[in-house]
């Protein structure tokens, strides 16, 4: 079968490789699609963190965010998943210690992920083999689009809910990265209000295939809140209106953004960190103690993928417009090397179809 391989730092090619084989308690799925992930980019650049600290190394074979069909059966599965839509989980535990038994397997102290590290191999190829624990079905509604888009949708859902708020109160999210455009999609799905704050002009032409730029980015002024609509916006720093964020999600790569989060939440509220920086963040623990604010940190999708797939399942979410385009296996390397590919919608997230 065709597969991608990382070889080394921005070295990275199609290989011809040995299919896997279903063994005990796994199966063997055909891909239908994948994203690409920021974590792939990382891990092709070789600036991931992983590499450096031993989690990680190459030869690699990336790919995390799919979906596909079961087409073999290792001993002790089930027969009826034979045939069957998946998604799975990334976040593989021992399943014996006492993280794994409690069901926080994602911070298991030898967890392996698939695509990223302990030399799991990843979904960038027509097959790819998965323990049956972490398989996710996926209805006939899920279609492949949405199935790839179920583990960001994972982590942006479990973000959502962190941020602890009620139908009606508001939440700002920091970024418009594909993680942040899913939160926001979440949260209005469960009748939060919703806005987004993002660098420039450029964020609002990706919001608004999703329905989420009701209100227009007015950089370089000062917007009042009784003119701010009731419904979600798509502000920067500058056009920021003075309101109560009830809950504020750092969805960025900023290391600035989790000080402006802590700033600007209402006290005694919640502050979610989902977002990575490249270099360590500054937030003063002094105001976070003053303003009684509850920090939370968001780790992996794995709680959140349940939910997901059923947003995506009943339409209550459609978070579609967000991939660009579906490229083939081929062109992976250049995509991860920054190339768009020809006919690229707006949408920041791209998906490759392994079987092209």
Avoid at 117 to 140: F, K, N
Avoid at 197 to 208: I, P, W
Avoid at 261 to 271: D, I, K, N, T
Wanted: hydrophobic fraction near 45%; charged fraction near 20%.
């Amino acid at each position: 079968m065709r597969a991608l391989v990382f070889t080394g730092p921005r070295k990275a090619e199609v290989r011809d490789i040995e299919p896997p084989v279903a063994t005990p308690g796994e199966v063997v799925v055909d891909v239908e699609r994948v994203g690409v992930c920021g974590t792939d980019v990382e891990l092709f650049t070789g600036e991931m963190s992983y590499l450096h600290t031993g989690r990680s190394w190459y030869p690699l074979r990336p790919g995390h965010e799919w979906c596909g069909v079961v087409t073999a059966l290792g001993d002790g599965v089930a027969a009826e998943w034979l045939g069957r839509r998946v998604t799975g989980d990334t976040m593989l535990g021992c399943g014996r210690c006492a993280r794994c038994r409690a069901g926080r397997h994602h911070v298991c102290a030898e967890l392996a992920e698939i695509g990223i590290s302990r030399g799991r191999p990843g979904a960038l190829a027509e097959q790819l083999a998965v323990p049956v624990t972490a398989l996710h079905p996926l209805p006939d509604t899920v279609d492949p689009t949405l199935g790839a888009l179920a583990e960001p949708g994972g982590n942006a859902l479990r973000a959502v809910e962190a941020a602890g708020l009620q139908p009606g109160e508001r939440l700002l999210i920091l970024g418009t990265g594909t993680i942040g455009l899913l939160a926001a999609l979440f949260a209005r799905a469960q009748g939060i209000e919703a806005h987004l704050l993002c660098r420039d002009q450029e964020a609002l032409r990706l919001a608004q295939p999703l329905g989420l730029a009701t209100a227009a980015v007015r950089a370089g002024s000062s917007a009042r809140a009784d003119a701010h609509p009731a419904s979600a916006g798509v502000w920067t720093r500058a056009s920021l209106p003075e309101l109560p964020w009830h809950a504020v999600v750092d969805a960025s790569n900023a290391p600035g953004l989790p000080g402006l989060a802590l700033e600007l939440v209402e006290p005694a509220r919640r502050v979610v960190l989902i977002g990575l920086a490249g270099t360590p963040s500054t937030l003063d623990t002094r105001d976070l103690v003053l303003k009684d604010v509850t920090a939370v940190g968001i780790l992996g999708g794995s709680a959140g993928l349940a939910g997901a797939i059923a947003a995506y399942a009943d339409g209550s979410v459609d978070a579609r417009p967000l991939v660009a385009v579906t490229a083939g296996l081929a062109e992976t390397v250049g995509i991860l090397a920054g190339r768009r590919p020809a006919g690229a919608g707006p949408g920041p997230k791209i998906h490759i179809d392994p079987r092209r």
